[in-house]
């Protein structure tokens, strides 16, 4: 089931913009990727991201978060603990291992994590360089004279030249 709809973003976008593409395929279910645990990807601000992951019964020394280069990798592996007092007749609570990949963006860093009410929440934000960044260079005028005055000045040159 897709919740969103990126096709306004690329209309406005020009050229290729990688994080609306990652967030689109994110958004498509694909049955070669596992669908545990669910999770949740949300815009928190102008760059900043959180996602954030389903992880009922997992302790926090049973996940680990790492990032290499621009993948983001999240596993739970769940402890072996064998209980023989107690007895399920249903039991729906997973709590299998699994391993969770994110390809990020250039430029995207993990700022934190916290496991709060048995969801993991792991914070992003995309910090551009400011060699990357787009500047303004203001045009100046020749020898700091206002237009009027150049317009003036080229004139006397051209009629000098003309009399010449």
Known sequence: MRTLDFSPLYRSAIGFDRMANMLDSL???????????????????????????????????????????????????????????????????????????????????????????????IELVREIPEAMKPRTIEISSQAGLAPIEQRAELKQVSDQDKVA
């Open 27 to 121: 958004s498509r279910t694909d049955q070669s990727q596992p669908s545990y645990p669910p999770y949740n990807i949300e815009l928190t601000g102008d760059d900043q991201y959180r996602i954030s992951m389903a992880v009922a019964g997992f302790e926090l020394g049973e996940l680990s978060i790492e990032t290499k280069q621009n993948s983001l990798n999240v596993s739970g592996t769940k402890s072996e603990q064998k209980e023989t007092s107690r007895q399920f007749l249903h039991q729906g609570i997973a709590a299998r291992n699994f391993e969770r990949r994110f390809q990020l963006a250039d430029y995207v860093k993990v700022t934190g994590a916290a496991l709060e009410n048995g969801l993991l929440h």
